[in-house]
């Protein structure tokens, strides 16, 4: 079987507004290294109705836990190895507050350009 270097995706809803519109597709190429800072990514989430997110990295394994999230997450300091802390670009967007911080294996891939 062949695995494609890109994938298809098209937004829902206005969490990376004024970024990224509801309905706009976009192609978002598979990782082969870790997400970075500031990149756009596309995730798994276990929601049979919206099955996919599109969020900025907001901070990467190592990285201290943002001040914004440390209410969320008060026992933890530092974000773990093979996860990332998410943030849309619309301040009424859900994020790692509400999503948790999202495994690196459940990244889909990131969107160039965003």
């Known amino acids: ?3 494609l270097p890109w ?3 098209v937004v829902r809803g206005n969490s990376m507004a004024p970024t990224l519109r509801d309905g706009q ?3 978002a190429r598979r990782l082969r290294r870790d997400p970075r800072r ?3 990514i596309v995730f ?3 929601d049979p109705e919206l099955p996919h997110r599109i969020k900025r990295v907001a ?3 190592g990285d201290p836990i943002p001040d914004w999230l440390t209410p969320t997450l008060p026992d933890v300091a ?4 093979g996860f990332v802390a998410v943030v849309g670009d619309n301040p009424r967007s859900q994020d790692s507050r509400q999503l948790g911080l999202v495994d690196c294996r459940d990244i889909v ?3 160039r350009g965003a």
């Open 44 to 46: 798994r989430v276990p």
């Open 59 to 61: 901070a990467v394994a």
């Open 109 to 111: 891939g990131a969107v």
């Open 7 to 9: 994938t298809r995706v």
């Open 38 to 40: 500031r990149e756009v």
């Open 1 to 3: 079987m062949i695995t």
């Open 25 to 27: 597709q976009l192609l």
């Open 78 to 81: 530092q974000v773990p190895a």
